[in-house]
């Protein structure tokens, strides 16, 4: 067997196992809430899945966005307000403009919970966007150095706040960045140049080798451009982009479309990856992208 396979194997055996871990591990499983634990809010719903596989008896994570909704567009109601002021704690990306508003509210003292802002935790590495040349906030913890780092601080302050329950959150984070590390060493590691369909993409792959250098939409707010198109094409005909990678529910759009059709004309394989804001947890779609690196892999 060559050694390519034999790594592909690998990657299959561990997601499997880390799938398992999850499913069946009681130090892992996420906890029905209970009275007297902490109230953990957190601005994006899909925040919610990893927090919940720290949870000790009693606690509860509360989402301040409902599942599915772009969290971008998402304004605050007196109601999330008064929901948020019962937090012990509020874990925030720090990027959508609602948690701007938390922030300041943080600040003014309205909101006497501990606030934590993803991007501004010790050990996370934030990336350059491609195309403008900023900061990328898009969901840093798509990386597994990063989601490790995530892990760790969340499950310290967690512990601070309910100390009787310190040796579970920080058992149970242990038991997390075990496996996270065990997939991160043994995913393949590549060289390959990428097109992206937007910057929620990058931070899932560029860990693994695949350098995002283009994308389609360069931001949120900043649409795909007849010239943007052209120079993804340009650079697909030159061979410059060896894969494309989308964010899952992008391809039925028409800039997702765009994306799909150009790689189909050019022989470029693409690769889906789960959107920041789809409901499951960031330890599942790391898992998730491992698996589509790997049919693509054994494709080409």
């Not at 999850?22 to 130090?27: A, Q, T, V």
């Not at 990336?127 to 969340?154: E, K, M, R």
């Not at 992008?250 to 994306?259: I, Q």
């Not at 960031?282 to 491992?290: H, Q, R, S």
């Amino acid at each position: 067997m060559s050694r390519r396979s034999l790594a592909l194997v690998a990657v299959v055996v561990l997601v499997a196992l880390g799938i398992g871990y999850l499913l069946l591990s009681p130090g892992l499983s996420p906890q029905a809430p209970r009275a007297g634990g902490l109230k953990i809010v957190v601005t994006f719903y899909s925040l919610k899945g990893d927090i919940e596989y720290l949870l000790c008896q009693g606690d509860e994570v509360i989402p301040v966005t409902p599942q599915g909704v772009d969290p971008h567009e998402y304004q605050l109601t007196p109601s999330d307000v008064a929901r948020i002021r019962e937090g012990s704690l509020i874990v925030s990306t720090a990027h959508a403009p609602f948690e701007q508003k938390i922030k300041q509210l943080v600040e003014t003292g309205e909101l006497k919970s501990r606030l934590i802002e993803i991007p501004r935790i010790p050990g996370i590495k934030l990336l350059v966007n491609p195309s403008t040349g900023t900061l990328n906030y898009h969901w840093p913890i798509y990386d597994p150095n990063n989601y490790i780092a995530y892990i760790n601080y969340t499950a310290h302050v967690m512990a601070s706040l309910r100390p009787e329950c310190a040796s579970t959150y920080l058992s149970k984070a242990s038991g997390l960045i075990a496996n996270i590390t065990s997939i991160e060493r043994s995913a393949p590691r590549l060289n390959l140049v990428a097109v992206g369909s937007s910057p929620v993409v990058q931070y899932s792959v560029e860990w693994m080798g695949i350098n995002v250098s283009y994308l389609l939409i360069k931001e949120a707010d900043l649409p795909a451009t007849p010239q943007d198109i052209a120079t993804i094409e340009d650079a697909m005909a030159r061979g410059a982009i060896n894969v494309v990678v989308i964010s899952k529910g992008l391809e039925t759009t028409s800039a997702g479309k765009t994306l799909v059709d150009l790689a189909s004309k050019y022989g470029k394989p693409v690769l889906y990856v789960p959107s920041p804001i789809s409901s499951e947890s960031t330890y599942e779609k790391i898992l998730v992208v491992v698996k589509e690196v790997e049919k693509v892999l054994q494709k080409g």
